[in-house]
C-alpha cells in the first residue's frame, strides 16, 4: 500500500461547483497535511495545512481530517477555471519532518 | 516565504555525461532538499542537503549517482552523474520552514530544472 493515495482524476466540474479531492494515508501516527496546487510547467505551491481534526477554511478552500479513518480531503468551493491544476496532499509521517507526496489529482475546472 | 532560483529551467543532455543543478535561496535556511519529479508522477526526495556535512539520501538514491553540495545555508547543488534516459526528469530544489509546531514543515519549492536525456 502506497503512503498517501490519490485518486488522478482527473476530476471535472464545472465553473461554480464545489470540487472535492480526496487523500488517504497509511501512517496512522502521521501528524500534519498539507494540500500543494501545482499548475502545468510550474512547482508545487502550499494551498493550506491541517493538524488537527475537523475542517480548516481559507476563502474559498476547507480541508477536512479525519485521523480516525485516515483521509484528508480540499473542497474548492465556486470553483473557477483557474483552480485548473492538480493538487498534491502531502503527509508527514509520525517522527519525520520531510513530508511525503501523493500523485497528485488533476482538476478541471470547465466554464 | 523564501525565494529559490534554480538553474538550469531545462536542458537537453547526452547519455553518459553529467549534469549539475545549482539552488540560490533568497535568505539563510537550515531545510533544503531536493526532489525529482518523473512525468505523471508525485515528487519523489532524493536526499536532505546538509550544510556541512554530506547529504541525507533517502532509498533508492545513492551519492554517486546524485552527488549534492551544501557550502553554505543559501545554497546548493545537485549533480546527475552517468545519466541515462531514465533520468529525464523535473528535478526540483526545496526549502523547508517550520509549521505552527515542532514535525511540520511547510516547503518552497524552486522553479524547477526539466532535463531530457538522449
Same mark, same amino acid.
Given at each position: 500500500?502506497?503512503?498517501?493515495? %490519490?485518486? +488522478? #482524476?482527473?476530476?471535472?466540474?464545472?465553473?461554480?461547483? @464545489?470540487? $472535492?479531492?480526496?487523500?488517504?494515508?497509511?501512517? /496512522?501516527?502521521?501528524?500534519?497535511?498539507?494540500?500543494?496546487? %501545482?499548475? +502545468? #510547467?510550474?512547482?508545487?505551491?502550499?494551498?493550506?495545512? @491541517?493538524? $488537527?481534526?475537523?475542517?480548516?477554511?481559507?476563502? /474559498?478552500?476547507?480541508?477536512?481530517?479525519?485521523?480516525?479513518? %485516515?483521509?484528508?480531503?480540499?473542497?474548492?468551493?465556486?470553483?473557477?477555471?483557474?483552480? $485548473?491544476?492538480?493538487?498534491?496532499?502531502?503527509?508527514?509521517?509520525?517522527?519525520?519532518?520531510?513530508?511525503?507526496?501523493?500523485?497528485?489529482?488533476?482538476?478541471?475546472?470547465?466554464? | 516565504?523564501?525565494?529559490?532560483?534554480?538553474?538550469?529551467?531545462?536542458?537537453?543532455?547526452?547519455?553518459?555525461?553529467?549534469?549539475?543543478?545549482?539552488?540560490?535561496?533568497?535568505?539563510?535556511?537550515?531545510?533544503?532538499?531536493?526532489?525529482?519529479?518523473?512525468?505523471?508522477?508525485?515528487?519523489?526526495?532524493?536526499?536532505?542537503?546538509?550544510?556541512?556535512?554530506?547529504?541525507?539520501?533517502?532509498?533508492?538514491?545513492?551519492?554517486?549517482?546524485?552527488?549534492?553540495?551544501?557550502?553554505?545555508?543559501?545554497?546548493?547543488?545537485?549533480?546527475?552523474?552517468?545519466?541515462?534516459?531514465?533520468?529525464?526528469?523535473?528535478?526540483?530544489?526545496?526549502?523547508?520552514?517550520?509549521?505552527?509546531?515542532?514535525?511540520?514543515?511547510?516547503?518552497?519549492?524552486?522553479?524547477?530544472?526539466?532535463?531530457?536525456?538522449?
Amino acid at each position: 500500500q502506497k503512503e498517501v493515495e %490519490q485518486n +488522478s #482524476g482527473p476530476l471535472s466540474v464545472p465553473e461554480g461547483a @464545489i470540487a $472535492s479531492l480526496n487523500c488517504t494515508y497509511s501512517d /496512522r501516527g502521521s501528524q500534519s497535511f498539507f494540500w500543494y496546487r %501545482q499548475y +502545468s #510547467g510550474k512547482s508545487p505551491e502550499l494551498i493550506m495545512f @491541517i493538524y $488537527s481534526n475537523g475542517d480548516k477554511e481559507d476563502g /474559498r478552500f476547507t480541508a477536512q481530517l479525519n485521523k480516525a479513518s %485516515q483521509y484528508v480531503s480540499l473542497l474548492i468551493r465556486d470553483s473557477q477555471p483557474s483552480d $485548473s491544476a492538480t493538487y498534491l496532499c502531502a503527509v508527514n509521517r509520525g517522527g519525520s519532518y520531510i513530508p511525503t507526496f501523493g500523485r497528485g489529482t488533476s482538476l478541471i475546472v470547465h466554464p | 516565504s523564501a525565494v529559490i532560483s534554480q538553474k538550469p529551467s531545462r536542458d537537453i543532455c547526452q547519455r553518459g555525461t553529467s549534469l549539475t543543478i545549482q539552488c540560490q535561496v533568497d535568505s539563510q535556511v537550515t531545510m533544503m532538499f531536493w526532489y525529482r519529479q518523473q512525468p505523471g508522477q508525485s515528487l519523489t526526495l532524493i536526499a536532505t542537503a546538509n550544510q556541512g556535512s554530506e547529504a541525507t539520501y533517502e532509498s533508492g538514491f545513492v551519492i554517486d549517482k546524485f552527488p549534492i553540495s551544501r557550502p553554505n545555508l543559501t545554497f546548493s547543488t545537485l549533480t546527475v552523474s552517468n545519466m541515462s534516459p531514465e533520468d529525464s526528469s523535473i528535478y526540483l530544489c526545496s526549502v523547508g520552514a517550520a509549521g505552527a509546531f515542532a514535525g511540520a514543515n511547510v516547503l518552497t519549492f524552486g522553479a524547477g530544472s526539466r532535463l531530457t536525456v538522449l
